[in-house]
T-cell receptor, first 113, second 110 residues
Framework: DGGITQSPKYLFRKEGQNVTLSCEQN?????MYWYRQDPGQGLRLIYY???????QKGDIAEGYSVSREKKESFPLTVTSAQKNPTAFYLC????????????FGPGTRLTVL | QKEVEQNSGPLSVPEGAIASLNCTYS??????FFWYRQYSGKSPELIMF????GDKEDGRFTAQLNKASQYVSLLIRDSQPSDSATYLC??????????FGRGTSLIVHP
């Protein structure tokens, strides 16, 4: 059963803590992405990776970090430098084929206490 | 700056009617266009993609693309209350980084 999984579904962070959001895909997709969505807002790109061991900053990378050591995994760390991290975080992957279609995981809702 | 514009809505239609959702994009180099449905609190789900001018039909959904006018639309026939959601339009120019619109909220009332 192919797809994208994200964990945890809900995450609570205290001020000053770093937290890591997991994203795994078994679709054999080369490209993976992290987005942030705030209420009533569109999707904002945090980081993306088009190949293993390489990743690029998106529009709002400050306060976030990623790694891409394996094709199927693209974890996102929300650091204490991110001042307003409460949001819905979405991971996506694409096969970079003709249509370049992105498929999304179920999301992680992060709340700062 | 690449932009995808959508009317935020809400668009309210009666059950059984046709819902028409529209989207314009700024980047003439865009090649692929996508419609996603997002229920409240859930992640976006792909409905359709289109990359050729004209219409593409899939069940009750029809995507329309007009590259000359930089315009994409999604028609939902026989709208059902279960179609009530936010619909996201996205355009991709071959860089594998699509640009998303903010979405249009659709309400289908019985």
């Amino acid at each position: 059963d192919g797809g994208i999984t994200q964990s945890p579904k809900y995450l609570f962070r205290k001020e000053g803590q770093n937290v890591t959001l997991s994203c795994e895909q078994n679709l054999n997709h080369d490209a993976m992405y992290w987005y942030r969505q705030d209420p009533g807002q569109g999707l904002r790109l945090i980081y993306y990776s088009q190949i293993v061991n390489d990743f690029q900053k998106g529009d709002i990378a400050e306060g976030y970090s990623v790694s891409r050591e394996k094709k199927e995994s693209f974890p996102l760390t929300v650091t204490s430098a991110q001042k307003n991290p409460t949001a819905f975080y979405l991971c996506a992957s694409s096969d970079r084929g003709l249509t370049d279609t992105q498929y999304f995981g179920p999301g992680t809702r992060l709340t700062v206490l | 700056q690449k932009e995808v514009e959508q009317n935020s809505g809400p668009l309210s239609v009666p059950e059984g009617a046709i819902a028409s959702l529209n989207c314009t994009y700024s980047d003439r180099g865009s090649q692929s266009f996508f419609w996603y449905r997002q229920y409240s609190g859930k992640s976006p789900e792909l409905i359709m993609f289109i990359y050729s001018n004209g219409d593409k039909e899939d069940g009750r959904f029809t995507a329309q693309l007009n590259k000359a006018s930089q315009y994409v639309s999604l028609l939902i026939r026989d709208s059902q209350p279960s179609d009530s959601a936010t619909y996201l339009c996205a355009a991709s120019g071959g860089s594998y980084i699509p640009t998303f619109g903010r979405g249009t909220s659709l309400i289908v009332h019985p």
